[in-house]
């Protein structure tokens, strides 16, 4: 009963061998099959299921032998008589992590029917002179009346990953994360956005490279039910999440993964002959294919515009890529780029409204659409380059801000009647007198660079050090953002 509840709730919100990934003819069956996860050395398998005389879930082990995956047989050593579910194994390939409501679980208060709840609380099993030790609780304050599941470990095993939900209520599921601390697991703590978000997410996993996180969500701007996404995580910081798209998502649902050899083990759900609905395991390669989502937009009227995008997208070890997009009639544009760039350049120059030039960093992306607004031309509006910079405490302009001050140059000498203020801004960091003047200097390098350009629109300069901050703090994204040049207009001519 437990596995028919926690399904249904799921579905109401619903480079090795080529054999190594497709062949899973000894695998699938019409009961559900969840959760893979494949050793490191690739040798074996273990996943979870409910089959034909198993009253609860199992988890199950499948030998990887003669080019394809052995008949899979329950993991004796890891089951116990109730739910054992969600296996996953270590990097080091010595521990399994797990979730079960076995004996010793932590119980809920009775129900109106006055029934004892049992909550899923995450085991784990080391490998110990070549044998599977039997299944303890983790040790420290992660497991909790409510239900763990889903768990993952980061590649030290200092980091616990998994999802939490109130029995029942599955709607309510967010990934968290718990450090380790003596050999003893902290607290637990929800992941921020853009991994969590007021939709369902239910799994997460660490890439092979320690970079980033593949998640499951529910988010509408997926393909259908639950997607599988990925997330950039460096230097604290998360980047877009991207929808890895066909083949892997479709419009079923997927989640419950792993990752070995650059391919993904993952569930789907899958319509049998008999039309009802289970859970099959698949595997793909993970494709460097992301696709990027905006939405452009009039800031005073909201009104959606099909504008021309030009985007500059760095490659590694290879020409940046230029290419230009058009929004459609609502607004929306969809840019499909072949690797995961650490940023883009976006320039927009629409009759009638003032230039949108902008350097976008991954971490700047938020559930996985971008939102552009373009500002009319008129009197006191102001746009901001950030990506104009400077060498250290000083007012010499960098050579990878020209191409946007080459463009804003041809910019306004096709807007002769424009007149503006540049206005130049610092970060927190230093003493204000300093800012002060250092933001003046910037700005009066900013004008020069203009007329050098042969802009003869009216240029005035102001200096605002540091007293108008974006965000008024000192974290490494305050100071990006607060580092900037702001154009303002202050007259407009016919």
């Known amino acids: 009963m437990k596995i028919y509840l926690f399904i249904s709730a799921l579905f109401i919100f619903l480079v090795a061998h080529p054999a190594f990934g497709e062949n899973m003819k000894n695998i699938n069956t019409s009961y559900h099959e969840l959760a893979p996860s494949v050793a490191p050395d690739g040798s074996f398998m273990v996943f979870y299921s409910k089959r034909e005389k198993d009253r609860y879930n199992n988890i199950y082990i499948s030998q990887f032998e ?28 010595k521990v399994i992590i797990f979730t079960s409501d076995r004996d010793g679980s932590a119980e809920m208060a009775k129900n109106s029917k006055g029934q004892i709840r049992v909550s899923h609380d995450l085991y784990w099993s080391h490998l110990v002179k070549g044998q599977w030790t ?63 978000s007021p939709d369902i997410e239910i799994s997460l996993i660490p890439d092979e490279n320690d970079q980033g996180f593949y998640f499951s969500s529910n988010r509408p701007e997926g393909e259908g039910s639950f997607d599988i996404y990925y997330v950039s995580h460096r230097e604290g910081e998360f980047g877009l999440p991207v929808n890895l798209g066909p083949p892997i998502n479709t419009d079923q649902a997927e989640t419950y993964f792993s990752i070995y050899n650059d391919r993904l083990f993952y569930s789907r759900t899958h319509e049998s002959e008999s039309k009802k609905l289970h859970f ?29 995008v030009k985007f500059r997208i760095p490659k590694p070890s290879a020409p940046t890529l230029e290419t230009t997009k058009t929004s459609d009639k609502d607004g929306k544009l969809m840019l499909k780029v072949d690797h995961r760039p650490e940023y883009i350049d976006i320039f927009i120059e629409k009759e009638g409204y003032l230039p949108y030039y902008k350097k976008v960093l991954a971490v700047d992306y938020r559930d996985g659409v971008f939102p552009i607004v373009l500002q ?10 950030q990506s104009i910079h400077f060498d250290h405490n000083s007012d010499q302009i960098q050579e990878e801000s020209y191409v946007y001050l080459d463009r804003l140059a041809a910019y306004l000498k096709k807007h002769q009647g424009m007149k503006l203020k540049i206005i130049g801004h610092t970060d927190l960091i230093g003493k204000e ?17 203009l007329v050098d350009k042969g802009v003869t629109n009216k240029l005035k300069i102001e200096g605002a050090g540091e007293t108008r901050p974006v965000i008024n703090n000192k974290e490494p994204k305050a100071n990006r953002l607060n580092r900037r040049t702001e154009f303002k207009v202050i007259d407009v001519e016919n």
């Not at 990934?175 to 991994?195: D, K, Q």
């Open 433 to 449: 007198e300093f800012n002060l003047k250092l933001s003046q200097k910037r700005a009066s390098s900013v004008k020069k660079y």
């Open 66 to 93: 003669n080019d394809e995956w052995a008949k899979p047989a329950k993991f004796q050593v890891l089951n116990s008589p109730y739910n054992d579910e969600a296996p996953y194994i270590a990097r080091n390939g």
């Open 376 to 385: 009319p031309i008129e009197k006191n509006r102001s746009f901001t380059i």
């Open 134 to 196: 039997r299944p303890v609780k983790i040790p420290g304050k992660v497991n909790t009346a409510y239900h763990e599941k889903a768990p993952s470990l980061s590649h030290d095993g200092k980091i616990v990953y998994f999802s939490r939900y109130e029995f029942g209520h599955i709607q309510n599921a967010q990934l968290m994360y718990a450090n380790m601390v003596n050999g003893s697991f902290e607290e637990a703590t929800e992941f921020p956005e853009p991994i969590n």
């Open 280 to 308: 099959d395991i698949l595997s793909e390669p993970v494709s460097d294919d992301i696709f990027l989502r905006f939405t452009i937009k009039d800031i005073s009227t909201k009104k959606n515009l099909s504008v021309d």
